[in-house]
């Protein structure tokens, strides 16, 4: 593969079509129907469509956030919220979506926590409410 292919591909994988890749990497001053057809057939060879592949792939495994730093990043933004005083709804909001992503909010998850969460819960002043939360999420001072 020539270094222009190569250059060729990147400019692709990074989101450039076709023809515009073409056009700059060959520094091409044909007509926009030519550069078009230049540029198709230069992707569909089999090297080629190779490594746009492979750029392609490596490109949407470094774009598409895991789980894992999903939940790292509610769980960090939820801890913020609280430390910060905001609203309780944007809290709720936040431990609400990481419930949901941990699959804490099933049914059967649900039962498990309500057969041993104390059940005076729901009367537990504002304040009290917090000071939980506060405790469960490791935020005590």
Not at 42 to 55: S, T
Not at 104 to 129: C, I, V
Request: overall charge neutral; hydrophobic content about 40%; proline content about 3%.
């Amino acid at each position: 593969m020539t270094d222009s292919q190569l250059q060729f591909c990147r400019k692709v994988a990074a989101g450039a079509s076709l023809s515009a890749a073409y056009r700059e990497v060959y520094q091409s001053q044909a007509k926009p129907e030519t550069i078009h057809k230049r540029a198709s057939e230069l992707a569909a060879k089999p090297e080629i469509a190779a490594r746009l592949a492979e750029l392609r792939a490596a490109a949407d495994d470094e774009a598409i956030m895991d789980c894992r730093e999903a939940r790292r990043m509610l769980t960090s933004k939820a801890r913020e919220l609280f430390a910060n005083g905001a609203p309780i709804l944007q809290l709720v909001r936040a431990l609400d979506a990481l419930n949901r992503m941990s699959g804490w909010g099933t049914k059967a998850n649900q039962e498990a926590y309500a057969a041993s969460a104390p059940q005076d819960f729901r009367y537990l002043t504002d304040d009290e409410r917090a000071a939980e939360v506060r405790r469960e999420m490791g935020l005590d001072d």
